[in-house]
């Protein structure tokens, strides 16, 4: 059954092998050079760098020099399918996944119409049937229209193929409603992820509430809106046994909330974005819209509470919660802009750059949480390991390149790392066994290999 | 470094003079004297000082910054004090002898006199400078000179004042060296 | 020397000397505005467009005649009745301005960052005439202006600013200007309405008008109806009765200060405003000389295309 919770275009099977590139895997306890073979979408074989014979019909890449990392799992993205398709598509948004390494993605239920009944559900896999270039899962709503009143069918809505559910973009502000939820979700399984927030905290709050808000006198959110809420769920769960997985976290508060819930025994976990473990409220001194989001970027001393978080596992998985806007959204002052950022394209390179390179995080710490929101989810999305379809992702750690410079895989434009000079840049990504993603650069020197055959199945910009 | 053209006693002598010859002109006396910020309105008081000896009633003085009225702001930096303009006397009916340092193109004194204009209809306007160094663009003519000092245009004509300067003389300064090209306008 | 420009969008453009010589050319147009004929013809042919989102008599007008003063063609164009009503963006707005070629552009927003945006999106230099709750910086300078007229140097000035802080954008620009210039400053209000972390401006923060005494200068910010409504203050009574400047709290050296429009009865008592200690008078005056100093420095001034000497 939960094979049926991931849908996506079927491509054709890679037959590829990657040479010599280094393999770190933590969940296959990889981490050292192999070559990679792989024969109808599968892992064929794994053996020492320059052992494996070149595969017949198949391509080589020389990857020496190279990672080679399990392609990421990002369980928290905004398509805007259905009703929004001018900020991005199905097609767009996997295209964009597949650009950043990632081989899967769970898209999120705030959509026009929301996601609340099963026949927008099903009308969705079919779109995902024709157009997504990586599998996606879906969330579906936790109340009708995101009204946070009346449940939706839940069970309906499993049976449809939704991975769990989620109110994301709004809290469930009634905690009757969630209990209701929570004790709902024994009957039809699936994750209930929450978006926390005390609108009667954040009110018409555009940014972190601290020193920066009192200088440029716009309203502030303070971490209590998101920690209060954490904490009162995180204790509705416990009581109710239920599994609640907290989104986008933002402040050491809530950190301290959901380490206090694990420790008590609940079946919680947490997620951490990438802008929020790399920038500060500091960066919104420009009144860039960029830098405005939900939950908003806060103080250093949240920086470093989420990142030392991640590495305690503690927050289990980074979501990059990509939130496409159209540029004239968000060319407008910054409290009329609309909240969010895209991260799909950026996520591995922002977090290489700003903390292993920086030697905050350890790399395989990094590639472990990038991946670990499928098992959060229940997603069968496999190692690196023989018999295995492969999930993959090459990247080259020394190649920098200028975020937005070649434009987006994204139909839209809205990322907080637009114009900064990044390191690891991804090479060529495999979404459950087909080829998702080369970048241009990197196919037209493939083809110029005198071993490779023609590349019509390689996606290319 | 430069030529002095004028010393100490030069320039008291040649100030006294002037002062008569603005005495004679206007010999009923209905004359206010205005100068030219910086150094026009330093020879301005001295000229008063010294017209005040031989005219009755005293005669006015007043000054002014011309920098609201100058045409050639691309040319000139912005000076680096900031002054302002004086007149506090009525401007109708009198003869206003406008001072300056140095009478060169003339757009300075263009700009005086449509300023003074601003405050009100003097009956004529006469221009006193210390020195002519000649190269017109406007037709502008003083009607009392210290000295006319031919020069040419990579020249430069310095006329200092005890009162900013720290001493009294005019010289004249090569600014260049023959083979520099003239300076072009630059970005500030 | 200083620089000036290319835009004025925050006090934090200006260092104290910028701000001084700013003082100064204004004391200069100040003598303008005394004379028969009120006009200089400094900005002869240049266009300045004054756009504005929202209501303002004072400084819209203030800023209309200190253009005019400067003999340039102003266009405004007021939020209401203009194509910007009819949905028409900030950004699209901006850049059919740019037909009228102008000089400046002077814009006032409900929006914090509006006129940095702006800049972005034009040649023109740009003045921040009010964002949201973020900067006035013209009105810190008429400020300072004013101050330095009666006082002198500002250094060592205790100036206390009293009132709804939060929603204040004159009192950020204040804060800054009045630091800048050497003054010690203290914001005091109910506490729903003084920003956490306010102290990061560079001033101290008090709840009660208890050391009101300290201060060489009162200045004295709108209380808005809408405060009460919100809940930010419980009644117009109680905040009147802990916070309304009246003559009884003034020592008799204290200077008094108001942005305008004054709400007579609520943040200051009929008698402080027409006390001789209020210098409200003098700061509308100063409104148009400083606003013609500004357009003067950033049109003309130190960032004009030079040859050095």
């Known amino acids: 059954m939960s094979s049926e919770r991931l849908f996506h275009r079927a491509g054709r099977p890679a037959e590829l092998l990657i040479r010599g590139a280094y393999v770190l895997d933590p969940r296959a306890g990889l981490d050292e050079p192999h070559d990679v073979l792989i024969r109808a979408g599968c892992i064929a074989e794994l053996g020492s760098p320059g052992s494996l014979p070149a595969p017949e019909g198949g391509e080589t890449i020389e990857a020496a020099g190279k990672h080679l990392f399990p392609g990421f799992v990002d369980p928290h993205v905004h398509l805007r399918t259905p009703g929004q398709e001018y900020k991005e598509s199905i097609d767009t948004g996997t295209a964009a996944a597949a650009a950043g390494g990632f081989c899967a993605v769970i898209a999120m239920p705030n959509t026009d119409p929301v996601v609340d009944e099963a026949p927008v559900l099903r009308s969705l896999v079919e779109t995902a049937r024709r157009q997504a270039r990586v599998p996606v899962g879906f969330l579906a709503s936790i109340t009708r229209g995101l009204d946070g009143d009346e449940l939706t069918e839940m069970a309906e809505l499993r049976d449809a193929g939704a991975l769990g559910f989620t109110d994301d973009g709004k809290p469930v502000v009634s905690a009757g409603v969630l209990r209701k939820a929570l004790q709902y979700q024994r009957l039809c399984g699936g994750v209930i992820s929450l978006h926390e927030e005390d609108p009667e905290l954040s009110r018409d709050g555009a940014m972190h509430e601290g020193a920066v808000s009192a200088r440029l006198g716009i309203a502030g959110i303070p971490s209590l809106s998101e920690s209060t809420m954490v904490a009162r769920d995180a204790a509705l769960a416990a009581y109710e046994g239920a599994r609640v997985h907290f989104q986008h976290l933002s402040c050491v508060e809530s950190v301290q909330a959901l380490a206090q819930a694990k420790r008590a025994g609940a079946s919680v976990s947490g997620e951490v974005c990438p802008h929020h473990l790399t920038l500060t409220d500091d960066i919104v001194r420009t009144l860039d819209s960029r830098f405005k989001m939900n939950p908003p970027l806060r103080a250093e001393s949240d920086r470093r509470a989420l990142v030392e978080a991640l590495k305690a596992g503690v927050i289990d998985c980074v979501a990059t919660d990509h939130a496409p806007h159209a540029g004239h959204e968000k060319e407008v002052p910054f409290e009329q802009a609309p909240m969010g950022t895209t991260g799909l394209e950026t996520a591995f390179a922002a977090l290489f750059t700003e903390l292993v390179m920086t030697g905050e995080l350890a790399l395989d710490t990094v590639i472990e949480r990038m991946t670990a929101g499928a098992a959060l989810y229940g997603l069968p999305v496999a190692p690196i390991a023989p018999s295995r379809l492969a999930n993959l992702c090459l990247v080259d750690l020394d190649a920098r390149f200028e975020v937005g410079a070649e434009g987006y895989m994204s139909r839209s434009a809205n990322s907080c790392f637009h114009g900064r000079t990044l390191h690891g840049k991804v090479l060529l990504t495999v979404a459950a066994g087909t080829v998702a993603y080369t970048s241009r650069t990197f196919a037209e020197a493939l083809a110029k290999t005198p071993l490779s055959g023609a590349a019509d199945h390689l996606t290319t910009r | 470094m430069g030529t002095v053209v004028l010393d100490r006693d030069d320039m008291r002598r040649t100030l006294v003079r002037i002062a008569h010859e603005i005495a004679e002109k206007n010999p009923d006396g209905a004359v206010a004297l205005v100068g030219i910020h910086r150094r026009g309105a330093v020879l301005a008081r001295r000229l008063q000082a010294l017209t005040s000896e031989l005219l009755e009633p005293a005669v006015p003085l007043g000054d002014l910054d011309i920098s609201f009225y100058r045409d050639d702001y691309s040319i000139r930096p912005s000076a680096p004090v900031v002054l302002a303009t004086h007149l506090e006397f009525p401007v109708d009916h009198r003869t206003i002898v406008i001072v300056d340092d140095v009478l060169y193109t003339g757009r300075t004194v263009r700009a005086a006199i449509d300023e003074v204009f601003d405050y009100g209809r003097p009956a004529r306007v006469q221009l006193a400078v210390l020195v002519d160094r000649g190269h017109r663009e406007l037709p502008i003519r003083p009607d009392y000179v210290g000295k006319n000092i031919p020069t040419s245009q990579e020249e430069r004509v310095y006329v200092c004042v005890d009162e900013i300067d720290g001493e009294d003389e005019v010289k004249i300064e090569s600014d260049l060296s023959p083979t520099q090209p003239p300076p072009t306008p630059r970005l500030a | ?309």
């Open chain 3, 1 to 309: 020397m200083s620089r000036i420009g290319p835009h004025l969008l925050s006090i934090d453009d200006l260092d104290r000397a910028s701000i001084e010589r700013i003082l100064d050319r204004a004391e200069s147009f100040d003598e303008v505005s005394g004379r028969e004929i009120k006009k200089v013809p400094a900005l002869r042919g240049r266009t300045i467009v004054n756009l504005f989102y929202e209501s303002s008599t004072r400084t819209s007008s203030s800023f209309e005649l200190a253009a005019k003063r400067l003999s340039a063609d102003v266009v405004s164009i007021r939020s209401q009745g203009s194509s910007v009503d009819k949905g028409e963006s900030l950004k699209d707005t901006v850049q059919t301005l740019s037909a009228y070629d102008p000089a400046a552009i002077v814009i006032r927003s409900p929006y914090a960052g509006a006129a940095g945006l702006v800049a972005r999106w034009t040649p023109a230099a740009v003045i921040n005439a009010g964002d949201g709750k973020h900067e006035h910086p013209t009105q810190a300078l008429l400020d300072v202006f004013t101050l330095r007229r009666r006082l002198g140097a500002l250094d060592g000035t205790n100036i206390w600013i009293v009132g709804d802080l939060l929603h204040s954008r004159v009192a950020r620009s204040d804060i800054l200007a009045f630091t800048r210039m050497g003054a010690t400053v203290t914001v005091c209000g109910p506490p729903t309405l003084i920003p956490r972390e306010i102290e990061a401006l560079g001033c101290r923060a008090a709840t009660t008008l208890e050391r009101l005494g300290e201060a060489d200068v009162v200045y004295v910010l709108r209380m808005q109806q809408e405060r009460m409504r919100d809940s930010f203050v419980p009644s117009l009574r109680e905040y009147a009765a802990r916070y309304q400047i009246t003559p009884e709290r003034l020592l008799p050296g204290q200077l008094l200060m108001h942005p305008g429009p004054v709400n007579r009865g609520v943040e200051l008592s009929g008698e402080a405003i027409d006390s001789p200690q209020a210098l409200i008078g003098a700061q509308v005056r100063a409104g148009v000389a400083v606003r013609m100093a500004v357009l003067y420095e950033l049109l003309v001034g130190s960032t004009s295309l030079a040859a050095v000497a």
